[in-house]
């Protein structure tokens, strides 16, 4: 299958920016054990990172035109504003995990509200680099059973 995975303003400074938050792990290192995971399960990733929100809007669109499968997004601090981001996820019908890299619950009050989870498949966040892999083994997952 094809999956898409969407990075929000400020994660290409993974590894550099707030460490006791994000971890030292950098945006590509999580992006390479994500492919090799992908390879293994037999899936095809397309992994973007946008500091603009329109371009996340646009590669939705992109992913509703070519049919994929499955969106893992971490939207970054659009969760917590991005009424444009949720509206694109509606309309493409691409059932879609959301991540966090840190406890955005254990943080300041204005993050615990996203604009995404109540129509995710699931919300994975506080588990650092490793939720990625988790959300790309429950979309496998997920897939496979509606198949
Ligand atoms: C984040 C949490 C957001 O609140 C924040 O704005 C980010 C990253 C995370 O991965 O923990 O940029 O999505």
Redesign the pocket.
Known sequence: ATIIILN????NLLGVREPG??GTKTLEDIQNSLELMAEDLGHRLDFHQNNAEHEIVEHIHGALHNQADFIII????F??TSVAIRDALLASKIPFIE????N?HA?EPF?KHSYLSDIAEGVI?GLGASGYELALQAAHQILAERN
Not at 8 to 11: A, F, Q, S, V
Not at 74 to 77: E, G, L, W
């Open positions: 929000g303003p400020n994660l938050h994000y971490n939207p970054a601090a969760t917590h991540v966090h890299l840190s955005v943080r993050r966040c």
